[in-house]
């Protein structure tokens, strides 16, 4: 059974930075995808970042140069480090598991997903 877990949400003021970490479990794909999203408006969840177990990233146009997604050795922890937070930044951070590539898929396609983390950016 995929589980994952994250933890880092804080309340930082603007300019600050933060990391997020993804603890997965369960995986036994041989190619994955673990992404960050966060939600938006409807209840929809907007892509943040992306990385496949071979180490690939992808990252909305909004968080590029700011934020980066990396993954430890074992592939368990997945880490979204993000710096110079911008008041928009503020959301729920959730951080999902699919089977297959990173590339030109929908938050809908990915059916595992963790509880969330709250990130607040306010002065």
């Known amino acids: 059974q995929v589980q994952l877990v994250e933890s880092g949400g804080d309340s930082v003021q603007p300019g600050g930075s933060l990391r997020l970490t993804c603890v997965v479990s369960g995986i036994t794909w041989s190619r994955y995808c673990v992404g960050w999203f966060r939600q938006g408006q409807k209840n929809e969840r907007a892509s943040v970042a992306r990385?496949?177990?071979?180490?690939?990233?992808i990252y909305d146009d909004s968080v590029k140069g700011r934020f980066t997604v990396s993954q430890d050795d074992t592939k368990n922890n997945i880490y979204l480090q993000m710096t110079n937070l911008k008041p928009d930044d503020t959301s729920l951070y959730y951080c999902?598991?699919?089977?297959?590539?990173?590339?030109?898929?929908?938050?809908?396609?990915?059916?595992?997903w963790g509880p969330g983390t709250q990130v607040t950016v306010s002065s």
């Open positions: 990385i496949a177990n071979d180490g690939g990233a």
């Open positions: 999902a598991a699919r089977e297959g590539t990173c590339i030109g898929f929908s938050y809908r396609t990915f059916p595992h």
